[in-house]
């Protein structure tokens, strides 16, 4: 599986963007799909899951209502809306997918996309 992101970005706080995140190769065995940041000096934090199956999320506490996560199973691509945006949010953006197989967790990342976030 390979994981490309884009969308990152310089906005204002209160501002929005849209992260995308489009995944190649093996993509039918993909379980759960995430969002990831990790800002300068601190470590990387999960910001939003979607898993496949019946397509239920969840998001980091410091993000709920204001991010959304989405998928597009037909065009491969997950989404992060993020609005009301942050300095705080400033941070690389990873895409992140995972595939269970046989008890072992397959992990895949995305290079990451830079988010900043001015006051």
């Known amino acids: 599986v390979q994981l490309v992101e884009s969308g990152g970005g310089l906005v204002q706080a209160g501002g929005s963007l849209r992260l995308s995140c489009a995944a190649s190769g093996s993509t039918f065995s993909i379980n759960r799909m995430a969002w990831y940041r990790q800002a300068p000096g601190k470590q990387r934090e999960l910001v939003a899951r979607?898993?496949?199956?019946?397509?239920?999320?969840n998001y980091a506490s410091s993000v709920k209502g204001r991010f959304t996560i989405s998928r597009d199973n037909a065009k491969n691509t997950m989404y992060l809306q993020m609005n009301s945006l942050k300095p705080e949010d400033t941070a690389v953006y990873y895409c992140?997918?995972?595939?269970?197989?046989?008890?072992?967790?397959?992990?895949?990342w995305g290079q990451g996309t830079q988010v900043t976030v001015s006051s």
């Open positions: 979607i898993f496949s199956d019946g397509g239920s999320t």
């Open positions: 992140n997918a995972e595939i269970y197989s046989n008890y072992v967790t397959y992990a895949y």
